[in-house]
């Protein structure tokens, strides 16, 4: 009698359970996923770094977030920038999915998805972040500390082989393991106040900026230099040869040879 009982109850709870399924996926039809733009992907990203490296306060740290830098007619868009006693560090922020291989040399990295049925080529965020420090360097006194951080936030770095490449989990350690001082408090105010001065005389759109990237990239294939503008030439150099920038040691903006 028990077993004849459990049976029906087991029945009843079976038929319940796939209508509670189908009246959720009746309500859900006409609905389809929406899927993240890059842009929202990357904000997401940003926010995760942001909240890491934390707000502005005085004296022990200033934070820009999305900073916007203008240097003879071009931009650099830097996603953070940390002042404190150890330095300046200038943060890239990558929330790219799948395997991503490359190395400090390439100008151009590979995403693998899809099982490797999807491959996607991605430029170089350790030149995108070389530039954005050579334009930050004329902002700054000579000689001051800057470090380019590249933080990958999920943690996708196996196939990466280039310096400053970390991943999310090991930004917050990255920032507090640093022993030598080499900022007093007044100059991380003074480096402070010339980057808010120098942000606020931008007056490049997003849209603007945008377009620039992309006039980069047809630079760079006619081997103009993005940095400076001046002429990429062809060198030898111990790993073969080498297109660098002719303004050389004033930029040192380089690009591989496909010879």
Not at 5 to 25: A, P, Q
Not at 29 to 48: H, T
Not at 193 to 210: C, F, G, P, Y
Request: proline letters at 3%; glycine letters at 6%; hydrophobic letters at 35%.
């Amino acid at each position: 009698m028990k077993e004849n009982i459990f049976l029906i109850l087991g029945v009843i709870f079976f038929f319940l359970f796939f209508f509670i399924v189908f009246v959720y996926l009746k309500k859900k039809k006409g609905k389809p996923w929406k899927k993240k733009s890059v842009e929202e992907i990357g904000a997401e990203g940003e926010a995760a770094v942001a909240d890491i490296i934390g707000e502005t306060k005085e004296g022990v740290r200033y934070v820009l977030n999305d900073y916007m830098v203008e240097d003879e007619g071009k931009t650099s868009q830097i996603d953070h920038i940390l002042i404190n006693k150890y330095g300046v560090f200038v943060i890239e922020t990558k929330n790219y999915s799948g395997r991503i291989y490359g190395s400090e040399a390439q100008r151009e990295w590979t995403q693998v998805l899809n099982f490797g049925r999807t491959k996607n080529l991605l430029y170089s965020p350790v030149k995108q972040n070389a530039t954005h420090i050579y334009r930050l360097k004329k902002l700054l006194p000579k000689n001051t500390s800057i470090t380019s951080l590249i933080v990958m936030v999920q943690n996708n770095t196996e196939y990466i082989k280039a310096p400053n490449i970390i991943k999310l989990s090991q930004l917050k350690k990255c920032l507090s393991k640093l022993k030598e001082e080499v900022l007093s408090e007044e100059e991380m105010k003074d480096i402070f106040d010339r980057l808010i001065e120098a942000k606020s005389k931008v007056t490049t759109s997003s849209v603007d900026h945008i377009l620039e990237i992309h006039q980069m990239q047809k630079d760079v294939e006619n081997n103009i230099c993005p940095r400076c503008g001046s002429k990429l030439v062809l060198r030898e150099g111990k790993n073969g040869p080498f297109y660098g920038c002719s303004s050389f040691p004033k930029c040192k903006f380089i690009k591989n040879s496909k010879r």
